[in-house]
């Protein structure tokens, strides 16, 4: 059972936004500590949908494309993959609009940023949305086409052979790609695995949105101090 001393303080921290502030205060020294401009220049912005309990609470839905009932944890990070801001909506949303949702409470953030790196799922409306309304440049980071099939080799080659071209079918098929490493978007990806390490964010286990994005701070909070207790 959760401790209430504990509960309560955590919703005091909650509302009067310490634990966002104490994740603002540890990521700016954490990043002096680096070498690097306490504000950053370049971000980027992912989702992640995860699963909810049966105990109900608000902004819950599906996730078509994931295939996950619940919520989504909308993240702005910085090129080291610490958190600028969390937002925390339902699942429901789409990319292009959850973006919006995250950016426009972060406008004190963006002061410093000049550059998003954002995935295919934020392309045309999103991006568009956040070149206007914020000013920013918006890079999409493609994943490679997928390979040719062989089937469909079999035919070009046949067809080429048709006007004179001896092609060996198999040169058509690309290498095969096992995990593939994206440009940048790699850095949030990480920063999503650094959260699903914490029990308590294994599942979207709270009733307001709000306290889970309290939850994203905290966990945040605790990897920073152990990184600045190492630096």
């Not at 909650?14 to 700016?28: A, C, I, Q, Y």
């Not at 494309?65 to 910085?78: E, F, I, Q, S």
């Not at 999409?140 to 080429?160: L, Q, S």
């Not at 650094?194 to 994203?216: A, G, H, I, P």
């Amino acid at each position: 059972m959760e401790d209430p001393v504990h509960h309560y303080y955590f919703r005091i921290w909650r509302l009067d936004g310490v634990w966002e502030r104490l994740n603002t205060t540890l990521r700016e020294r954490l990043r002096v500590r680096l070498g690097r401009n306490p504000k950053p220049s370049a971000g980027m912005v992912d989702s992640q949908s995860a699963k909810t309990t049966g105990v109900g609470g608000e902004a819950r839905g599906y996730d078509g494309g994931k295939k996950v009932r619940g919520r989504k944890r909308h993240l702005l990070v910085d090129t080291e993959g610490l958190v600028l801001k969390a937002k925390v909506h339902s699942a429901k949303v789409p990319d292009q609009d959850g973006i919006k949702l995250v950016l426009e409470t972060a406008r004190d953030r963006l002061q410093s940023l000049s550059h998003l790196w954002v995935d295919v799922g934020y392309q045309v409306r999103g991006k568009e949305w956040v070149e206007k309304e914020l000013g920013l440049r918006v890079e999409v980071v493609h994943r490679t086409p997928k390979p040719t099939p062989e089937k469909v080799a079999r035919i070009w080659a046949r067809e080429w052979s048709k006007e004179g071209w001896q092609i060996d079918w198999q040169k058509l098929l690309p290498r095969r790609r096992g995990f593939e490493l994206l440009p940048r978007r790699w850095v949030v990806e990480r920063t999503f695995s650094w959260l699903s390490q914490n029990r308590r964010m294994s599942k979207d286990y709270e009733r307001l949105c709000s306290t889970s994005e309290s939850f994203v701070y905290a966990a945040m909070t605790r990897l920073m101090v152990r990184r600045l207790a190492c630096v």
